[in-house]
C-alpha cells in the first residue's frame, strides 16, 4: 500500500475461479497488462472554452505548412477590425516613415476609425495596397542588399 517503488507492470486478479477442481479449474486465472494512457494531449478541449482551441489562423498556418500546393480561397472573413489592431500593434514602433510619409505614432491617431475604415475598404473590394518602394544598401564587402520601405497601412 506505501510502496516506494513503482507497481508492477502485470495486474493478478485476487478471485479464483467457482469450480475448482483437484488440478484443473473450469475457469483460469489470466493475468491482463495495464491499460495504456493516452501520450498526446488533444490539441482541442471537448468544452467550448477559447482557452486551449487553436485560432482559425493557426489552423490556415498549419494547413498551409502541410500542404505546399494548396490554394487558399475566400479567407476574406478572417479579416476583423480586431485583428487589424493586432498586427498594428505588433508594428515596429521605431520603423522609418514609410512611402506616404506616415510613421507608427502618426497613423494611431484615430486608429479606430482608420481600423474601421480600412476593414470597410478590404471587404468591399476597395482597397488598393500602395507599393513598396526599393532602395538598395552598401554592405561592408561591397556588395549591395535591397529594402524595400512599405507603409503602415
Do not use: C
Not at 85 to 107: C, F, H, I, M
Amino acid at each position: 500500500m506505501y510502496a516506494i517503488r513503482k507497481s508492477d507492470k502485470v495486474i493478478v486478479v485476487k478471485k479464483q475461479a467457482n469450480k475448482v477442481i483437484v488440478m484443473r479449474t473450469a475457469e483460469s486465472v489470466e493475468r491482463r497488462t495495464l491499460t495504456k494512457r493516452n501520450s498526446v494531449t488533444a490539441l482541442v478541449t471537448r468544452t467550448q472554452s477559447l482557452g486551449q482551441t487553436m485560432s482559425s489562423l493557426h489552423r490556415i498556418r498549419k494547413t498551409a505548412k502541410e500542404n505546399r500546393t494548396l490554394r487558399f480561397n475566400n479567407l476574406l472573413h478572417h479579416i476583423t477590425p480586431e485583428l487589424l489592431k493586432n498586427a498594428y500593434d505588433n508594428l515596429n514602433k521605431k520603423a522609418a516613415r514609410g512611402v506616404d510619409g506616415e510613421t507608427w505614432q502618426s497613423y494611431g491617431q484615430g486608429l479606430t476609425d482608420k481600423l474601421q475604415n480600412l476593414h470597410v475598404k478590404i471587404h468591399t473590394g476597395r482597397y488598393k495596397p500602395q507599393p513598396s518602394k526599393r532602395i538598395w544598401l552598401l554592405k561592408p564587402d561591397g556588395r549591395q542588399r535591397p529594402i524595400g520601405i512599405a507603409v503602415v497601412e
